[in-house]
């Protein structure tokens, strides 16, 4: 079968992140929480996950005085996530009566 399923993707949150930042740039933490509607200690460790597989890049700026921590996916990450979307499209396809 093609593709390579990736645990690192298992998790829900994690999978949606990476839906996300494939057609996002960028994303910030805030906006993060809120379109995923998870707590900031659950969505730092998912985030904290993915960075240490190094599929995604943190950023951290300051906008004013306000700290501001924006993610974008690596290519690595971007290609692990492709590979794991071709791994479920074939195991679809493969059981389809």
């Known amino acids: ?6 645990k690192a993707f298992e998790n829900v949150v994690r999978l949606r992140v990476m839906s ?3 057609v996002n740039e960028e994303y ?9 509607e998870v707590t900031d200690g659950n969505l730092a460790s998912h985030l904290k996950n ?9 950023n951290k700026s ?3 005085r306000k700290p501001l ?3 974008s996916a690596t290519s690595t990450g971007k290609k692990a996530f492709q590979d794991h979307l071709e791994f479920l499209e074939n195991l679809i396809k493969a ?3």
């Open 95 to 97: 059981n389809k009566a």
């Open 69 to 71: 921590t924006t993610y």
């Open 62 to 64: 300051f906008v004013g």
């Open 20 to 22: 996300i930042l494939m």
């Open 28 to 36: 910030d933490f805030n906006s993060f929480k809120e379109i995923l």
């Open 50 to 58: 993915l960075e240490k597989q190094e599929y995604i890049e943190v």
């Open 1 to 6: 079968m093609k593709g390579n399923y990736d």
